[in-house]
């Protein structure tokens, strides 16, 4: 008789778990999901282009984890980035290495991978049940709502692969934290990362940028700088070098409150340089005209500077004081946008809940992986490796632990 494998999470840390369990025919493999349809999250990922993983040497790659890099070592040793590549082109979409590193399928998309991916578990037996929502355990027996029933499954392995709070509409709203809190598993605080963070923009600054990118600045935190650039929103600050300092960022409004960073709005040029630019005859030229025509500064940055026109008095004689603001443009972030509009989460189930095979050592025959783990990384690709590569080293533990038993 073949084990009975149940994997709860149909996202992309479920969906490897369940090509790999079912590959070779050894397990009996159901996926549920409590959505119609699977991958959603995986699907929105790839409307941004779908960062699959990034090229970086592993060391590199290992750092982007933090403190759980030494959990996430022999995950990577189990799938390489290079076996997720390979593993996309097996699914029909070749990848490509951009110039920052990140790698992406050639087709900027996730849907024709899932596609491909559900095909193939289609094809290794793999019964699929979406429209499932798991609701917890009765004596060992998992239970589903789905319409108006409630159904017991039983079974002999578990895979919980919920993933973190982030866009709950798409399935994963933490629905799970109270059960397993309920069962003795701890779980940390879930907060938001790679997210934006909220800033009292003026009215009219706000209703004209919201939307623009403000390119090739250099933000600089605590003694992190990153050249890049990110979105103005209505409400604050979003997206490319604003993620990366996300979790600095976050910890410090935890600690103190509204936090500070620093922009360089223009990194390429010295104070030095800059004083001398601005000194030149204005002639008739307004301000803003002298600024976008000395220094080539975007309408964003300009409008940063407008920003201060009132607050600070930005004086058109004082040029030294205005090539210093440039060089060190302050901004005050009030707090991070809310867990519903983030890229993904920090926290999930704390890691000495589980074993070294990431079975949970309160529940056994039940393992856990991807983002409802505690751990985060930045956006390039981090995201989507862990989720995979974590559903990759579950299945091969499960499978090597049930090598005699099949
Ligand atoms: C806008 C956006 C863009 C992103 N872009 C990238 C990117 O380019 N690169 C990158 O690396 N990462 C990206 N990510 C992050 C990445 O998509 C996630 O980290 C990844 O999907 C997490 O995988 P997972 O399988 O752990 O969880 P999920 O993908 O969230 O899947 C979990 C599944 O579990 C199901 N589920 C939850 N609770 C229950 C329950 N009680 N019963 C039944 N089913 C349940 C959900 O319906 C869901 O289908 C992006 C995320 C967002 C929101």
Redesign the pocket.
Known sequence: MKSKVTI???????LMAAYLLSKKNKFSVTL????PT?????L??G???????HSECKEKFLEKYGNSAKIFEPILNNFSQKKLMSFCEMLGEKTFIGSSGRVFPKSFKASPLLRSWLLILKNQDVSMKPN????GWEDNKLI?KTGIKRITVDTDITLL????L??PK????G??IKILRRNNIEVSKIQPANCGFFVKWSNIFKNRFAGFPLKAVELSFKNKKIKGEFIITKDGVEGGIIYSFSSMLRGSINEIGATTITLDLKPDFSIEKIKELLLKPRLKLTITNHLRKTLKLSEVAIGLLMELKNKEGINNDQISNLAYIIKNYKITLDKPFSIDR???TSGGIKFNSINKDFMLINKPNTYV????LDWEAP?G?????A?ISN?AFVANNIINKNRHNN
């Open positions: 709860i999470g149909g996202g992309p840390t479920g549920y999901d409590r959505k699977f991958g959603r999250k995986f929105l990922a409307r941004g282009g779908l960062n699959i993983t499932h929502d798991w609701v589903f692969a919920l993933g973190g982030s866009w798409l399935g994963s709203d629905s799970w983030c890229i993904s992986a991807g983002e409802m956006t690709g981090y995201l989507l490796q989720c559903g």
